[in-house]
């Protein structure tokens, strides 16, 4: 039993670990975007207090397209919101959280004034399709008050997975011990967002890289079953050794949302072995 719970909380901190890795890595351009509307609502807080709560939400200078601003206090009531949740002022969001999450947000209430940016990931519904995804939030508390912004994790495309598969595949070419060592590293040229590069030995059916889970280099692939427990790994690795490369759809969990989701991966063999990048459709 003991065991059994090391290896949950193992693969728990492995999913969060990850989650909050691909946030980072996600386009530069949401990170630089959500900080610098995060930065200017601090500095006007500062200037005018609880005043600012009137510009916070609304349509105006602290909206930049799907971003905006919201306030808590740290008793977890919303104060301020330009975004969907303004339906959610003067309510205690703690009774609208997953039991879940709810830990995790106290603690984030407990936390005391630094002066610091900081920044954690949860999952929240996205209001543009109505989906719960994974966002990223940057905050800053300042007195009583938590103000913030955050983006949602983008969805990798069949084009990103392709290019990144290219690229593992040139790497590997030129250079196949250093760049799996780079993937095994979770080097951020092989991961971004939900994206990962994993390669097999076709000669002994066995994990050389893994851009998410290290501890499956050396494990069995043609073993690999999916959570319905369908065979995967054997079918892949036919594929990668009779056509050379192909495309392989299955269902596997999405590191950055955590649910069992449909994967498509392409997949191209390289020397004696076989690469891959899949992403997932939902």
């Known amino acids: ?6 290896s949950l909380l193992l693969v728990s ?3 969060s670990a990850f989650s ?3 946030a980072q890595a996600t386009a530069p351009t949401e990170a630089k975007r959500a900080q610098a509307l995060l930065a200017k609502a601090v500095a006007y807080y500062k200037k005018e207090g609880d005043n600012a709560f009137a510009a916070f939400s609304r349509q105006g200078e602290f909206v930049d397209g799907d971003l905006y601003v919201f306030v808590l206090d740290s008793k977890g009531t919303m104060l301020a919101s330009g975004g969907p949740s303004v339906v959610l002022i003067g309510r ?8 879940a999450l709810r830990q995790q947000f106290a603690k984030t209430l407990a936390q005391p004034v630094t002066g610091k940016v900081q920044q954690t990931d949860y999952r929240w519904k996205n209001w543009a399709d109505g989906r719960t995804e994974r966002k990223h939030v940057y905050y800053e508390r300042v007195g009583d008050r938590f103000i913030a912004t955050g983006y949602y994790i983008p969805r990798a495309t069949p084009e990103r997975a392709m290019a990144m598969l290219d690229k593992a595949v040139k790497a590997i070419e030129a250079d196949p011990d250093g760049t799996f060592r780079k993937i095994n590293a979770l080097d951020r040229n092989f991961i971004e967002d939900d994206l990962y590069v994993f390669a097999v030995d076709l000669d002994t059916s066995k994990f050389v890289a893994h851009g998410f889970n290290s501890r499956m280099v050396g494990t069995d692939f043609a073993t690999l079953k999916d959570p319905g427990g369908n065979p995967v790994g054997h079918a892949m690795l036919e594929l990668a050794r009779g056509q050379g490369e192909g495309e392989f759809a299955y269902q596997w969990r999405n590191p950055v949302t955590t649910q069992v989701e449909n994967k498509h991966a392409f997949l191209r063999k390289v020397g004696h072995y076989m690469v891959a990048v899949g992403y997932y459709t939902r």
Do not use: E, G, I
């Open 20 to 22: 909050l890795f691909a």
């Open 13 to 15: 901190l492995l999913t």
């Open 1 to 6: 039993m003991k065991t059994l719970l090391k």
């Open 92 to 99: 205690d969001m703690s009774t609208t959280l997953d039991p």
